[in-house]
Nanobody, 119 residues
């Protein structure tokens, strides 16, 4: 059974930093592209950052230069370091695991962790 468990969310002041983590189990972690998405009520879930199996990264324009995604293939964990946080970063952050095998795409999601940026 696959589990993606996010942690590390919370309340932070504007300009502050926060690191969220996602621990994966039930998958061969190193084979999956891992990503962070976020969603606010009434809006579609949006991609924040993604890291490939080889460590290549891609970021939404809104977080470039402020957020850093990384992965630990020993601990089966993906991280999102968020710096210079803004109120508009407030959202539920979801971890995502994505693999394309034999022409079939499989995607798993975590349950989400709330990040609130407010003074």
């Amino acid at each position: 059974q696959v589990h993606l468990v996010e942690s590390g969310g919370g309340l932070v002041q504007p300009g502050g930093s926060l690191r969220v983590s996602c621990a994966a189990s039930g998958i061969i972690f190193r084979l999956y592209v891992m990503g962070w998405y976020r969603q606010v009520p009434g809006k579609q879930r949006e991609l924040v950052a993604v890291i490939g199996t080889g460590g290549s990264t891609n970021y939404a324009d809104s977080v470039k230069g402020r957020f850093t995604i990384s992965r630990d293939n020993v601990q089966n964990t993906v991280y999102l370091q968020m710096n210079s946080l803004k109120p508009e970063d407030t959202a539920v952050y979801y971890c995502n695991a994505d693999i394309l095998e034999w022409g079939r795409r499989t995607v798993y999601w975590g349950q989400g962790t709330q990040v609130t940026v407010s003074s």
